[in-house]
C-alpha cells in the first residue's frame, strides 16, 4: 500500500519568513500529487495539484511545489508567508481508479506576528 | 452553487446508537467519499462510490455503511456507534478524470462524539 509522509507535524514561522514543508510518498508508479490546506474550523481547500508537465506548480495565494521524481518527493514552498495563512497542511497522492487520496498527517502551521 | 453539503454538523451519540451522515453535492460529479479525521492520523478513506448505485470500502470501512441511491447524495451510515468511532467526518466528490488527477471537494465536516 501507498503511504504519504509529512515530517514536519508543527512549524512556527514568523510573518515574512519562507516556508518548506516536506511532502514524500512511497508509490513508485504514476502519481497525481496534491496540497490541501485547512484554516482552523473549515473544510480542506486545494492549493495546487500536479499530474503532469512541469514539475514546478504554482497554487494560489502564492503557494508553490516541485516534483522530484527520483526522490519521491513534492514539497510545498512559499517565499514569504503571512499571518492568515496559520492553517494545517495536507499533501495525498491520488493513484489508481477512483481518484482515492492518500493523506499524510498534516503539518500545523503557526504564523506569528 | 452550494458545492458539498453536509448534515448535520455535529452530533453526540451514546453507544450503541444509529445515525446516518449525509452528503449531497450540486456538481454533477460521479465520485464521492466519506473521510475521517483524527489528530495526528490524517484524512482516511472510509468508503467510496464511483457512481449511482455502487459503493467500494476505503482504508478504514469497519463499523460503517453507505448507500448511494442518487447521485447527488452519499450517506454514511453508523449502526452501532462506538468510542473509537468519535472523529470529524468529510465528505468529498469529484469528476471522473483520467488517471486519478481531478481534485476532491470537501464539505465543512461533521463533528462526531460517542459517549
Known amino acids: 500500500a501507498q503511504s504519504v509522509s509529512q515530517h514536519n507535524h508543527h512549524v512556527i514561522l514568523s510573518e515574512a519568513a519562507s516556508l518548506e514543508l516536506g511532502c514524500n510518498y512511497s508509490y513508485g508508479g504514476t502519481v497525481n500529487l496534491f496540497w490541501y490546506v485547512q484554516y482552523p474550523g473549515q473544510h480542506l481547500q486545494l492549493l495546487l495539484k500536479y499530474f503532469s508537465g512541469d514539475p514546478l506548480v504554482k497554487g494560489i495565494k502564492g503557494f508553490e511545489a516541485e516534483f522530484i521524481k527520483s526522490k519521491f518527493s513534492f514539497n510545498l514552498r512559499k517565499p514569504s508567508v503571512q499571518w492568515s495563512d496559520t492553517a494545517e497542511y495536507f499533501c495525498?497522492?491520488?493513484?489508481?481508479?477512483?481518484?482515492?487520496?492518500?493523506f499524510g498527517t498534516g503539518t500545523r502551521l503557526q504564523v506569528t506576528l | 452553487n452550494a458545492g458539498v453539503t453536509q448534515t448535520p454538523k455535529f452530533r453526540v451519540l451514546k453507544t450503541g446508537q444509529s445515525m446516518t451522515l449525509l452528503c449531497a453535492q450540486d456538481?454533477?460529479?460521479?465520485?464521492m467519499y466519506w473521510y475521517r479525521q483524527d489528530p495526528g492520523m490524517g484524512l482516511r478513506l472510509i468508503h467510496y462510490?464511483?457512481?449511482?448505485?455502487?459503493?467500494a470500502k476505503g482504508e478504514v470501512p469497519d463499523g460503517y455503511n453507505v448507500s448511494r441511491l442518487k447521485k447527488q447524495n452519499f450517506l454514511l451510515g453508523l449502526e452501532s456507534a462506538a468510542p473509537s468511532q468519535t472523529s470529524v467526518y468529510f465528505c468529498?466528490?469529484?469528476?471522473?478524470?483520467?488517471?486519478?488527477?481531478?481534485?476532491?471537494?470537501f464539505g465543512d465536516g461533521t463533528r462526531l462524539s460517542i459517549l
Open positions: 462510490s464511483v457512481g449511482e448505485g455502487t459503493t
Open positions: 456538481m454533477n460529479h460521479e465520485y
Open positions: 495525498a497522492v491520488a493513484t489508481g481508479t477512483a481518484s482515492k487520496l492518500t
Open positions: 468529498a466528490s469529484s469528476y471522473r478524470g483520467r488517471y486519478s488527477n481531478q481534485p476532491q471537494h
